[in-house]
């Protein structure tokens, strides 16, 4: 039985809660975090405190904050032979200096509160600086996911930066198009089939292969007309991608 212990109230710090409620191998000994009405819908299932100076015994610490906070957190984390770990996909192991034994355990994938996610097809990247530590790591990864990988903390950084362009970016120009519609008396909704054929799509033939569109044709006469109904920032977003598109596929705007 692995025990864990959660530092952290959070979208992932939540999910990751849950997950190790459920797995048969993994007893979450209890969850801090400083705003206790975060985390208190999971004192039904283990101890909770808001007080870092009461932490328990645990074989892993997961730290599962904001980036800017983890190394507050882990500095003020009182631990002697137990592993340290941060969830971070853009922050470096050595944020965990002062701890003998750290690693990573990143989970690539979005993450909202109330929104229930598969935990088994999460790919989980792991590192860490000492081989048991990583083989622990190893050990936990595998009772919530069914896909791990050894990725160094300079590589997770750019992974992460590569998630950013196709989830936070991609998401924010949903946004964008559903805007387009709202202000023109059109419903929104209008979009989710081609939307989900887009992703569907990219899965299956690979991005470079389902791009489509003006800027992929090099059709300069259709972007103009589309440029004359947007927003100045809307324009700037527009002109950026369109160039983009056209130089990976040799066209000239």
Do not use: W
Not at 25 to 50: F, G, P, S
Not at 74 to 94: C, F, M, W, Y
Not at 96 to 103: D, E, P, S, V, Y
Not at 215 to 234: E, F, M, V, W, Y
């Amino acid at each position: 039985m692995i025990k864990v212990i959660i530092l952290g109230g959070g979208n992932v710090a939540t999910h990751l809660a849950h997950v190790f409620i459920e797995a048969s191998k993994v007893r979450l000994v209890q969850v801090y975090n400083r705003n206790i009405t975060a985390i208190e819908k999971l004192k039904k299932h283990t101890a909770i405190t808001d007080n870092i100076q009461k932490i328990k015994k645990a074989d892993i610490y997961l730290i599962s904050v904001s980036d800017s906070a983890i190394d507050l957190v882990a500095s003020r984390l009182k631990v002697a032979n137990a592993l340290v770990v941060h969830t971070s996909g853009s922050t470096s192991i050595s944020v965990l200096k002062k701890h003998k034994h750290k690693g990573v355990l990143y989970p690539l994938q979005t993450f909202s509160k109330n929104r229930k996610i598969d935990f088994t097809n999460i790919p989980l990247c792991l590192e860490a600086t000492d081989p048991k530590d990583l083989l622990l790591l190893e050990q936990l990864a595998l009772q919530i996911s069914k896909t791990h990988y050894t990725i160094d903390s300079k590589h997770r950084k750019k992974l992460h930066t590569a998630a950013v362009f196709i989830n936070n970016f991609v998401n924010h120009l949903y946004f964008i198009g559903g805007e387009i519609c709202k202000t023109n008396q059109i419903e929104p909704d209008i979009l989710n089939p081609l939307l989900k054929e887009t992703a569907e799509k990219a899965l299956a033939i690979t991005p470079y292969n389902a791009q489509t569109g003006p800027a992929r044709r090099g059709d300069q006469r259709t972007i103009a007309k589309h440029l004359k109904d947007l927003s100045p920032n809307q324009q700037e977003i527009y002109k950026l991608l369109s160039q983009s598109i056209a130089k990976t596929y040799g066209k000239k705007l």
